[in-house]
Each structure stands twice: as C-alpha cells, then as structure tokens.
C-alpha cells in the first residue's frame, strides 16, 4: 500500500538526470576531457576563502553546546538581523529579523512560502520559461500550476497570454528572475507592469494577489543589466533565496524567505512558516550554515567565469545561426533548437558528447538549456561541436 | 486569504515553549542558578572532540566544489555505505547503501517515511505516552494519528487497547523507543508481541502494516537496559534516526531512514522518498554533516551524565514519595503527578521556578516530564524543591 500519488511520479522520467548519467558514462569510457556536460546547474567555482575561514572561526569561538544547537523556529537572532541588515544596505528595502526566515536552501524556502499564501486547489501562476521543479513544488502544497507561454523573442514575460490565464483562483504568482533555464533578468519595466497588474488583479477579485520570488541567482547578474529588486516594486512579496549559487554551498541547505514587511500579514505570513515547518519536517536550517551566512553577508565567491563564459558561448554561437536571447545573468543560456523538436536536437547532440537539456520541461519547446558552470576551456573545446550540430 | 489550515494551528499554544520563554524571562529576573528549567530537550554535553576533528579535516582534504556540491537523492554514497556497515556491525543487519536515505534530522526522516507507507485518509497508529510533535507529522501526509492509551504501570505498549483501536485503515504503527516523554525502553517482550501483532493484522486485512521507528535516542540506553533493535524483529520496518542526540548536533540537522531490505516493496519506498522530497522542498541533508556522519559512525558524545542525573533524580524523587517508572534510556523521566491534575501541578511547580511539562500533550495526563539534559548540580540543587512541590 505505498503512496500512490509519488508511485506515478516515478513513471514522468528525469530527463536530466538520465542526460546526466549518460554523460558520467561517457566519461569513464571516453575520459572526462571528451565529454562536454552543460547538463546540470552545479556551481562550478569553489565557495569564497571566507567561508572557510568563517567556518573555522565559528568552531574555535563559539561554546560547541550553544553552536549545535536547535535553532529557534526561523533562525537564529542574529543572523536573521545580519541578513535584514544586508539586504537594506544593498537594497534601500526595510527588512527586520522578524521578516526572515532561514531554511535549508530554496525548495525549503518556497516550500514555506507557497504553503502560506495559498489554500489547496488555489492556482499558482508561473511564466514559461520556468524551473522544471516548479510543479511538484506547487503539487507539493496541493495547488494547481498554470504556466503562461512564453514570449520567445524577449524570454520576458508574456502579458497578454498571462492576461487570459489570470483567475479568481490565482493565489499567488511564482517568478524566478534571474531565470533558469534562460539566463534572462526580469526588466525594470517587466517588473513595473507585473506588479500593475497584480495590484489591478488583486482589487478586481478582492484578495491579495501575493508575489513570490524564487531569487537564488540573484547576485550573478552580467555588466550592463539592471536588476530592480524586485520586493521594492510590489509590497506583497515573499522572497526566497539560497546560498546555493553566491557562495557556492548547494548541498549546504542553506537560505531564507524574505516577507516584505509592508506585505499584508506579513506578521501573520512569518508564524505561518513555524507551522509549515512542522507539517512538512522542516526543523530548521543547519546551525553552522546559518552563522556563516551572517559572517558572509554579502560576500560571494568568484563569479566572474560565468559572465566570461556565457559572453564567449554568445558570441561563437550567434556567429554560428543560433538564435539566442542574451543572458543578463546566472550560469545558463536558453537557445532556441535549429529544428522544432528540441528532443531530438538534444538527442542529436548526446551522440556528439555535447550534453544538452531540451526546453520542453522548462515549458519552452523548440528550445535548448546550456548549462555553462563549467571551466572555461572546455566551454572552448565545445565550440566547433556546437557549430556542427548547426548543421542538420 | 492566508492558509486556514496552518492558521487553525495557531490557535493551539505551545505549552512548552510558553514554560521555556518564562524559564528565560525567570532566568533574568533572578538568575539563571535559580531557575530549575527541565522544560527543553536539548542536549547539555558537548559533541566529541572526533566531530570537531572530523570537520576540519573534511575542510582541508577535500576538493571545496566537491565538498559543498549537491548530493544525489539519498545522500553521498560513501556515506550512506558507512552507515550501513555501522549499522550491520553494531546490530547484525543487513542495509546496503541503497537502504540508507540521508535526512536533515528525524524530523525529515519521519517526513518521507509517513508519506512513503500511507495514502491521504490512512491512519497511524502510535502508543501514548508519545512525542508531541506527532500530530502534525501525521497531519503533514494527510493521514489521521490514532494514540493508544497509556499502560501507566509500565509504559510499555498497551495491548488490550491496541486491539480496540487497530483496524483496516491503519496503514502504519509509529514508535518511538527510547521513549520521549518518559525514558522508558521498550522491552523484547513488548517488540516480540508488537511484530505479531503486525503480522498477524498484515495477514487479516490482506495489506502489509508497515512499522515505522523514531529512535533518535537509540544510543541513550542505561546499564542494565536490553535494547532490542527493532528492525530485527519485523521485516517492514522503516527505521528513523538523528545525530542529534548521539553526536549533540540537534541544529546541523542530520540524520536518516533505514529501509529493512526484507521490507516489502524497500526498493520502491526508497525511490519514493526522492519523490517526496521534492515535494515537499527537501533537497538532501547537509553535505558537511553527511561527510561527519560517515567518519564518526558508531561514535557518540559522552551521554554519561544523563545516566548519572537520571539516577540521582529517580532515587531522590522515589523516596520523596514521587511514583515513577525507571526510565531505560534518553534524558527523560515521566513521574505520576501527585494529583490528577498535572497541568496545575506543573503551574505550582513554575511558581517555585521549576519548569516541567505536563503529560496531557503527550497523550498521558496525570504525568509530567522531566528533561534532565541539564547539568547535574542543577539537578541537585532542584531536589527540595520537588520534595517540597509533593506535598499539596
């Protein structure tokens, strides 16, 4: 009598991990050099010296019974106002510590924050493209996902397809900017007339429309590209952040949701998640990991590879007869398949050795997703793989 | 239109952390040497010195990309190995790695394994007196707790009530032995009968109950206690642990399930707990405490003094006049309150600045607890006051 529910979702295939695996296959018959993997978005830079030192700090000065031991629902204090504190210095926003709070990474943090807001049977609405994890993120809290397509000249978000999806029944609306899978960076004006429109949404039917922000590429943004924050353009947001990609720490499990305290309830949102946490065995984020993120606000590790890689992929790749919207930041790139089947492109390319992740999960057909978290000379040696596989 | 659900849970106050926020206003007010606080169990011994140890060399032997990466879903293999073999060679089972699910915590581990074994609607069956925290672990998989009226005699499992409450939509057993709230070890006796009965229900309903096991206290035993590894005396058993309590780590969040290999369906329920953890924003334990986990198998903190603080309570109060069952194990201890009303009982005993828990929250009113993780000359020095809370 297992559950039935995650029985049939063994049968949906993890197209990722089954690329991922033929890659590490590929590497032991063919050694790693040949292999060239874009297939997962594993940071590919070593976590900032200061993490380390801060981890050794933290062992020698802090009484190892207090340092191990249970957080309070949330966080501990004083992390908490170090990363309120941050984020007002770099933002201009009004965070205190009762606005955050620290879980085990972003899942945790959506997890949280998707809970809250929403009844069971309330719609979630995403834009293509989105994060493949998002549905069983929002199945999770017994929510419908609604998905509105994308604009694929700008990879920004279509608002007159999200016009005809916007219901009563939208709880909350889920965007992930910078993106993944597409490297795109929400504009200002992007930004302003989402945040127009929730606010126009919420008085039509009556109910605060609230705003979720799945942020944990936010500190990979390339020169040149604005990056409004984007809780400062709307009050009723809650903001989830990992440190997953700034300081290179994703199997740490660390991060927050952020409530903008001029959001309705946000009081009422914050003892929310202590609740949420209990239901769903959350007890927490791991202590350690808490106080290095207060010893490291701010910091990041080297960020620079990715913003060199993606200008040299660009760059080779448009020069090629690729079509590409320009990443404004992360470590991906969302080109659009010389053919419409981006499967079989990406089967194709599997053939090659050049490890690919069709849009079609990503709710972007006709599109491929680059990983480029890798060093640089093998994104060099990918290059006249690429070019080839323009070619039909 | 925040979450009713979680906000009908508002409502019901939690009592311990209402006596512990009072213990800390108490504590201010008059000193922390005079404020005899029990209320909280956290552990009181620091981690042993091979953690700290273990830490550091993790820190300089290790690749840091590697070290901070994502783990696969279940945890590092190396370290999921360690553990088995930790387990094989303490217990005479038989884990492989591919047993052993990585967990932040026995609450995470509780989590998957709730949600694994039923179906929405389902009931769990559990045994008062019983951890708190049960009802919304069990709320949390959409299933309905069923708990077992206490034994008072012994706090062993009551099997003559058992009978009257075990029925076709019970789809799990959950115990937790060593027992939080009172210390109690379930005997061979009681795991022999127990296993029966599960047989025996498996075969009359045509559908395999399975056992789920939380033994965060499993290396908490006192000399003299036999205690019987569970997992050894019924195949379908679904084994819960934390470092939290062996290695004092409750903060870092680190523990695991053990899916006995003779369970029906174990593979199954192990791919299946990679589904729920995507569901429900897990995403893996701490690679850092994963890496300690595997070094430090099999080690533990020096518990010594709660054997010694369990000792010295359990005579001092027993000649007071205290009815108590020895407690076998953990740093808890669960006397008969002296009227039936333990709730003003533990009220008084605040008064005179001993906090203590009333039993009612733990299914088993008439009874308080006692957390002895304390140290123990705050143990000695509490003892006029219970001999003087005795008398009414």
Request: glycine content about 8%.
């Amino acid at each position: 009598m297992l559950n039935e529910h995650y029985l049939s979702m063994l049968s949906s295939k993890d197209i990722i991990f089954d690329i991922f695996a033929y890659a590490t296959k590929r590497r032991a018959e063919i050694g790693a050099e040949n292999v060239f993997d874009f297939s997962l978005g594993n940071p590919s830079v070593p976590s900032p010296s200061s993490v380390q030192e801060a981890v050794s700090t933290i062992l020698s000065q802090t009484d190892p019974v207090e340092l191990h031991s249970y957080s309070p629902a949330g966080g501990i204090p004083f992390v908490r106002k170090a990363v309120a504190e941050d984020l007002n210095r770099r933002y201009g926003s009004h965070y205190g510590p009762e606005n955050i709070f620290m879980t085990s990474g972003a899942a945790a943090a959506l997890a949280h924050a998707l809970r809250a807001v929403t009844q069971p049977g309330d719609t979630v609405l995403t834009f293509a493209p989105c994060f493949s994890e998002y549905q069983p993120y929002v199945n999770g809290a017994g929510c419908r996902l609604s998905v509105v397509p994308p604009d694929t000249d700008t990879l920004q978000i279509n608002f007159e397809e999200t016009e005809k999806l916007f219901t009563e029944n939208v709880a909350c609306v889920l965007i992930n900017s910078p993106n993944n899978p597409s490297g795109i960076v929400y504009s200002e004006e992007t930004i302003t007339r989402l945040a127009a429109l929730l606010r126009e949404k919420s008085e039509e039917y009556g109910h605060t429309v609230y705003l979720i922000t799945d942020e944990p590429y936010r500190d990979i943004i390339f020169e040149g590209t604005g990056s409004p924050f984007i809780s400062n353009y709307y009050d009723h947001t809650l903001m989830c952040y990992s440190y997953s990609k700034s300081l290179s720490l994703p199997g740490e499990r660390i991060g927050y949701v952020a409530v903008n305290p001029r959001a309705e309830s946000a009081e009422c949102i914050f003892s929310l998640f202590a609740q949420i946490s209990r239901e769903t065995g959350h007890n927490g984020a791991p202590a350690i990991w808490q106080r290095v993120a207060a010893l490291c606000a701010g910091q990041t590790a080297d960020l620079s590879v990715y913003e060199k890689n993606s200008s040299i992929l660009y760059d080779a790749l448009t020069s090629y007869g690729y079509s590409i919207v320009r990443p404004g930041g992360t470590f991906y790139m969302f080109p659009r398949s010389p053919g419409p089947d981006a499967g079989a492109f990406c089967r194709r390319a599997m053939e090659n050795d050049l490890m690919l992740v069709p849009g079609d999960g990503f709710g972007c057909p006709g599109h491929f997703r680059i990983a480029y978290c890798v060093p640089t000379e093998m994104v060099i040696r990918s290059l006249p793989v690429f070019q080839k596989m323009i070619r039909p």
